[in-house]
């Protein structure tokens, strides 16, 4: 029984993401990068809209971004845990 309310939990969060993807609504992500260290990604987005060696950097641009879009800016650890999150949100 558990199992089924985990999935349809994650049903409900995969359709949130879904929802806002590629909207005015959808969040900038800060997460680890691969290559460069840390990236800046829009939500519904596969490519990072700024990449960095300097974690501080990225959350800078993130919340420059989120600013300007009136939306939120949303931090994870190098684990991809959310660690803060700055709200933009009119």
Known sequence: MAQNNNRSGN???DQ??????GTNKAHFHVVPHEQEGWAVKKEGEDEPKHTTGSKS???KEAN???EEAGTMAIV???HGRIEEQHNYEN
């Open 16 to 21: 949130y993401f879904e929802d806002r993807a």
């Open 64 to 66: 420059r971004l989120a």
């Open 57 to 59: 950097e990225a959350v």
């Open 76 to 78: 994870h650890n190098e």
């Open 11 to 13: 049903e409900e969060r």
